[in-house]
């Protein structure tokens, strides 16, 4: 029970102390508390290097911060498992080596690997795992443009306000004197908010011109993407010139990861290189086919897009179809996974209580053999981490700590 409330309610330690005497009156030492979680602990750490990593194909790496020390983790990204959940003094690239060499040694060495633009993890990975194919993350990047975008907004609110203040205090004016001064200000001021405006609209169609027609996986052909990248970064640019905070940032991560964002769209196209071989058609159809897929199969435009390519291909477009929506499946462009294990480990990141590597590591253990209670994917559904990546049963995660659990009485 105090594992449990520990690792499903995330109780302190002097919160099961309560609760034990509340409902139980069973007083329980602070120490008896912290022996037992301890115990465990141990027992966890074991069966965390017990599992051998080979299965992995694609995996996403990331930090997360407590106490302003970062905790090194790993993710694979299709069963969910957290191959690696590490403290660390640092995150540079030595820090990130060693605990990769120890991931190497369980037959950790993934084709693919997703990453963000930290220097440290970036040439670890590198170092280590030569023949991985790194991968730069979409989610981070998708993010900053959209709290651009959200700030602009805010902004305009903001200037809007004080504009039309400024226009009723000139209107309410009677000294002709001050009501020219304050007309002035308040036209000078509604210039700015029409450019203000100008900038936020015309940021908020090039960010999403850029996540869904540039970024998105079902979209156009590389060549396509990487003019429409050029163009988008242009025009921010000019935007930058005019309105430089946060958005001359933007533009200059846009010029130093031109490559690494585009590396997808070669992947997808390496990939419906060998299918169009396969059924003998160019790859421009496949890449329509791709496009195609944006659209929901109600939609008007899946049907005409589909009946024509239909018409082009024959009766294998079906097939070819749902050859390109598997790879578009399994190939990924976001660190959503690592992301996802970070929002279920903060709630047990407190700033102000102190975590040892040795109850980290049982929050690893907790996470990777907790069943999925909903998942939109059938592979998921009702099974742990664990269970999706070996692929084999095991008990529950309490008795493979050693603990005998309470069974109903079958009647």
């Known amino acids: 029970m105090v594992v449990g409330l520990f690792c499903i309610c995330n109780s302190s330690y002097r919160g099961i102390m309560s609760f034990l005497k509340s409902i139980f009156d069973y007083p329980v030492a602070l120490g008896s508390v912290f022996n037992i979680l301890d115990a465990a602990a141990g027992k966890a750490a074991a069966l965390n290097e017990a599992y051998e990593l080979s299965p992995i194909k694609a995996s996403a790496a990331d930090e997360v911060f407590h106490r302003n020390q970062p905790i090194l983790s790993v993710v694979d990204i299709e069963s969910r498992f957290c191959a690696l959940l590490a403290r660390a003094g640092d995150r540079d690239h030595e820090t990130w080596g060693i605990h990769l060499l120890d991931l190497q040694a369980r037959g950790y060495a993934p084709d693919t690997s997703i990453v963000d633009s ?3 993890l970036i040439k670890g990975h590198a170092d280590i795992l030569p ?15 959209r709290d651009c975008a959200r700030h602009l907004k805010n902004q305009v609110a903001s200037r809007t306000t004080a504009t039309l203040k400024l226009v009723r205090r000139a209107e309410k004016e009677r000294d002709a004197r001050k009501k020219k001064a304050q007309s002035s200000a308040a036209s000078i001021a509604l210039s700015e908010l029409v450019a203000l405006e100008e900038t936020h609209a015309t940021f908020g169609l090039l960010a999403q011109w850029l996540q869904h027609d540039v970024l998105q996986l079902a979209g156009y052909e590389p060549q396509v993407r990487a003019m429409l990248y050029d163009f988008i970064v242009a025009q921010m640019s000019i935007i930058a010139g005019r309105h430089p905070h946060r958005i ?10 031109r490559d690494a964002l585009l590396d997808v769209a070669d992947a997808l196209n390496d990939q419906f290189a060998q299918l169009a071989a396969q059924y003998d058609i160019s790859i421009d159809t ?8 944006r659209y929901s199969i ?8 589909s009946s024509a390519l239909e018409d082009l291909i024959g009766e294998k477009y079906d097939e070819i179809e749902d050859a390109v929506l598997a790879i578009l499946g399994k190939t990924h462009r976001c660190s959503s996974m690592v992301e996802n294990l970070h929002s279920r480990l903060r709630p047990y990141l407190v700033e102000r209580k102190t975590v040892s590597q040795k109850i980290i590591g049982l929050l690893q253990f907790y996470l990777n053999h907790k069943p999925f209670m909903r998942s939109r994917h059938e592979r998921l559904k009702n099974k742990t981490a664990a269970q999706a990546m070996t692929g084999k049963p095991h008990l529950p995660w309490l008795e493979m700590l050693g603990f005998a659990c309470f069974k109903q009485r079958v009647a």
Do not use: E, P, Q
């Not at 023949?131 to 993010?143: E, G, P, V």
């Not at 001359?248 to 990861?257: G, K, M, Q």
């Not at 496949?286 to 897929?293: A, G, I, L």
């Not at 109600?298 to 897009?305: I, K, L």
């Open 118 to 120: 930290a220097k440290g």
């Open 131 to 145: 023949k991985t194919t790194l991968r730069h993350d979409h989610f981070h990047f998708i993010r900053d443009l």
């Open 248 to 257: 001359d940032a933007i533009v200059t991560s846009l010029h130093y990861r």
């Open 286 to 293: 496949v890449w329509n086919v791709c496009y195609t897929s």
């Open 298 to 305: 109600d939609h008007c435009a899946y049907h005409d897009r």
